[in-house]
């Protein structure tokens, strides 16, 4: 069973930045996209990027566009989201989620206030 771990979320103030990992317990055999998506408490699921694991190809959704960026590192099986310029809606919990196999991290909060 795949797992995803991960890590990086934190406090941060407005225009700040953080760098969120997603750990992949083992190795697919096959193409697959990790997908970040994150929640409001007491909202719906909001999708926030993607890549593939051969890391060739990145969306991101418009909200997010010129300040989030998705990259992976194969040889460690771990795919990053930098933010930066971040602004108070971004505040969420964050889930690195590979729908294909149907897992989910368990999630990691960020927090954009002054």
């Known amino acids: 069973e795949v797992q995803l771990v991960e890590s990086g979320g934190g406090l941060v103030q407005p225009g700040g930045s953080l760098r969120l990992s997603c750990a992949v317990s083992?190795?697919?055999?096959?193409?697959?996209?990790i997908d970040w998506v994150r929640q409001v408490p007491g909202q719906g699921l909001e999708w926030v990027s993607a890549?593939?694991?051969?890391?060739?190809?990145?969306y991101y959704t418009e909200s997010v566009k010129g300040r989030f960026t998705m990259s992976g590192d194969n040889a460690k099986n771990t795919v990053y989201l930098q933010m930066s310029s971040l602004k108070p809606e971004d505040t969420a919990v964050y889930y690195c989620v590979i729908f294909s196999v149907g897992a989910w991290g368990q999630g990691t909060q960020v927090i954009v206030s002054s």
């Open positions: 890549i593939d694991n051969g890391a060739t190809g990145t």
């Open positions: 083992e190795f697919i055999d096959t193409s697959y996209w």
